[in-house]
């Protein structure tokens, strides 16, 4: 019995493996809700490199939204596309889209997408998050977490909150893929 057990565990074990291994899903598998209800399918950005980041408008990371609009304006007329999926996760966030619209609108005068709220963890973890999890080992640890995918959709760096959107560092990774 204990042979059919271990035999059993090492075929589920090696069934799981090959399908991780497996796994050659990128970004642009996923969407989600913008902040006018529309859906956001990541698949019409195929090809382009994309810079996603946690955001919530009631945080002491949110004039960061300054940083992310300097780096939308600078790379307007590239394919680079930005993208804020605001979340609530770390209760620094409004619930009412209309509500982060104001802040976004009114104080960052934001031009890039934005998101209604999602989840970056937890048991209602929106996809995207979940992905990042299982295939990078990735989860933001706080808002502001920046996310970096190149042609392909694959990660290619990530940074915490305290890295400003527009530093060095990030337009560097930025402008070896654009």
Known sequence: MKITKLFLFLIIFILNSKIIMADNSSIYDFNFIDIDGNTVELSSFIGKPL??????????????????????????????TIIALTSNTFNQE??????IKK?????????????????????KIHPIFK?????YNNTPKWNFYKFLFDRS???VDSWSSITKPDSKKIIKKINKLI
Do not use: H
């Open 51 to 80: 810079l996603l980041v946690n955001t919530a408008s009631r945080c002491g990371f949110t004039p960061q939204y300054k940083g992310l609009q300097n780096l939308f304006t600078e790379y307007k007329d590239t394919d680079l």
């Open 94 to 99: 409004f619930e009412n889209p209309e509500d």
């Open 103 to 123: 802040i976004c609108l009114t104080n960052y005068n934001v031009g890039f997408i934005t998101s209604s709220p999602i989840n970056v963890k937890g048991d």
């Open 131 to 135: 992905w990042l999890k299982l295939k």
């Open 153 to 155: 959709g694959f990660l």
